[in-house]
């Protein structure tokens, strides 16, 4: 059964960071790009981050260029979302995604950030 | 560059057909066969429904369909369901490498 499943969200103030982690099972993660999107309360997905499944190519959503870096740990089975200089507007539920040439298949259950005084 | 644009709400009758647009540009929905349809309940994380424009993924009922004319994508769900009550995101891979999201679709099962 393939399983995602995030950690690493909480409150953290304006200016600071946080890492997200993803943790993967049920599928050779080495073999597959994966995928941070992201959802602010009420409002609508949005693409961030996504990494080869070896780590070196990575492309970022113009949210998070400069500030976010994706990476990964293949001998872990684990994707990471380090996160800088966090603004109001990078409140969201963070996702973890198994991306395909078409899109995502499978997703974890997400995990919320928080970026408030 | 801009998300696709999808209506913010669209409703049927049990049992009705019901088809939601997800309008693009020649350089994301128009240029590739890359767009995909996700179903999220509320607190939940999204589920894929549709990939390559029109297939379905295992265990999704034949009651959704997908298609794609132009810059525009659609997603009909045939014989509404109460369950079919959800948001429905589209998406599409754009020409600068990066993955654009609709800006989802409530629908309503009246």
């Known amino acids: 059964e393939v399983q995602l499943v995030e950690s690493g969200g909480g409150l953290v103030q304006p200016g600071g960071s946080l890492r997200l982690s993803c943790a993967v099972s049920g599928f050779t993660f080495s073999s597959y790009w994966m995928t941070w999107v992201r959802q602010a309360p009420g409002k609508g997905l949005e693409w961030v981050a996504n990494i080869s499944p070896d780590g070196s190519a990575k492309q970022y959503g113009d949210s998070a260029k400069g500030r976010f870096t994706i990476s990964r740990d293949n001998a872990e089975n684990s994707l990471y979302l380090q996160m800088n200089t966090l603004r109001g507007e990078d409140t969201a539920v963070y996702y973890c995604?198994?991306?395909?040439?078409?899109?995502?298949?499978?997703w974890g259950q997400g995990t919320l950030v928080t970026v408030s005084s | 560059q801009s998300g696709l644009t999808q209506p913010p709400s669209a409703s049927g009758s049990p049992g009705q057909s019901v088809t939601i647009s997800c309008t693009g540009t020649s350089s994301d929905v128009g240029g590739y066969n890359h767009v995909s349809w996700y179903q999220q309940y509320p607190g939940k994380a999204p589920k894929l429904l549709i990939n390559e424009v029109s297939k379905r993924p295992s265990g999704v009922p034949d009651r959704f369909s997908g298609s794609k004319s132009g810059n525009t994508a659609s997603l009909t769900v045939s014989g509404l369901q109460a369950e079919d009550e959800a948001d429905y995101y589209c998406c599409s891979f754009a020409v600068t490498n990066n993955w654009l999201f609709g800006g989802g679709t409530k629908l309503t099962v009246l």
């Open positions: 995604a198994r991306s395909t040439d078409w899109g995502f298949d499978y």
